[in-house]
Nanobody
Framework: QVQLVESGGGLVQAGGSLRLSCVVS????????MGWFRQAPGKEREFVAFISSGLMTLYADSVKGRFTITRDNAKSTVYLEMNRLEPQDTAVYYC????????????????WGQGTQVTVSS
């Protein structure tokens, strides 16, 4: 069983920055493919960023150039650095361990954390 715990969310003004962390249990973290998604009230969970075991990264167009996904295998942690935040970035952010299928689709992920709230004020 794999467990994921996110942290780092909070309230920030537009233009500010936050760094989210996701600590992952499991002995094979370095081989895990990991993603960040977000879900705003009344909306579906949407793709934000992905990182492979070989450090290939993918981003949603809405965050490209502002967000950066990284990983530290020694700490079994994946990060999401978020800069130039906008009110439209307000959501609960979830990290997930990829299972099978298209990286940008939530149903391709086998495990999820509990989420961390990010609120960006204008």
């Amino acid at each position: 069983q794999v467990q994921l715990v996110e942290s780092g969310g909070g309230l920030v003004q537009a233009g500010g920055s936050l760094r989210l962390s996701c600590v992952v249990s499991g002995r094979a973290f370095s081989s895990y493919l990991m993603g960040w998604f977000r879900q705003a009230p009344g909306k579906e969970r949407e793709f934000v960023a992905f990182i492979s075991s070989g450090l290939m990264t993918l981003y949603a167009d809405s965050v490209k150039g502002r967000f950066t996904i990284t990983r530290d295998n020694a700490k079994s942690t994946v990060y999401l650095e978020m800069n130039r935040l906008e009110p439209q970035d307000t959501a609960v952010y979830y990290c997930g361990k990829h299972g099978l299928g298209e990286y940008r689709l939530a149903h391709s992920y086998a495990y999820w954390g509990q989420g961390t709230q990010v609120t960006v004020s204008s």
